[in-house]
């Protein structure tokens, strides 16, 4: 079986990791080497069986702790070459495997493919890993807006991190002077809650099991009012998975992820 862990998610740092079969893929590595190995051991995840790093794009929130992280764990890092770019310096002695939309890249049992989003990075991608038993987890965020390369990627998923960013009226009374509001809901920003419903329920299906909210703004969302937003939506679109919505500060318990038969077994029963 597949397993999803949300250590953390937010402006403040975001890293996801999906295990199966005793190997372990990183998402993104948004904290310190140090606080993701707290936030494991809180959640029962064994970093010793990390195989790779998959990185989203440069941002702090995405990658500060990749380069120590990989050093010690002795791991590849898998991304874009535009990321790779911005960051290997800091990386030195740590294996590059290019990441793309034509460039799947694989990691012990994982196979991961990727697209471009848009976003104010050098070569920022929304994810796909392929765990061995057949589920298929989608990692989306930092999306300025849902571009088709995005809902192609994510269609026909067992499971989504999809990014819910602000609630837009939280956003319109927060006290950010236009220009930055505009900045956060334009094409080179962040997904709104109701961006993300319309999304979910655009790429919904049968073997959908899972979906985790993510990448929240302090200051213009909450998880409750995230949830408000997406979950009727969803479930009208016919979902009768698990909402998760991803914190900031502390990880979920982790998120058992059913490969499609399964999927439909645990409905159909
Ligand atoms: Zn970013
Ligand atoms: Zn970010």
Known sequence: M???????SGSRGNCFAVSCHGATLLIDAGFSAKE??????????????????????????????????????DVPVLTAPGTWERLCAAMEGAEHRSLGFATPAVAGPFRVRACRTSHDAAEPLALVVEAPDG???????????????????????????LEANHD????????YPPSVQ????????HLSNRAAAELLA???HDGLGVVVLAHLSQRCNGAGEARATV???LRRAGFRGALHVALQDAPLSPMPVFAPERAQMALDF
């Open 168 to 175: 837009d009226v939280m956003l319109r009374t927060s006290g």
């Open 182 to 189: 505009q900045r956060i809901a334009g094409a080179g920003g």
């Open 2 to 8: 597949t397993t999803l862990y949300a250590l953390g």
């Open 202 to 204: 655009e790429i919904h």
């Open 36 to 73: 993701i190995q707290r936030r494991a051991a809180v959640a029962g995840l064994m970093l010793d069986e990390v195989v790779g790093i998959a990185l989203t794009h440069e941002h702090g929130d995405h990658a500060c702790g990749a380069a120590r992280l990989a050093r010690l764990l």
């Open 231 to 233: 979950e009727p939506v």
């Open 135 to 161: 589920a298929s987890i989608g990692v989306a965020y930092d999306l300025g807006r849902p571009t088709a390369a995005v809902r192609y990627l994510l269609r026909g998923l067992t499971a989504v991190v």
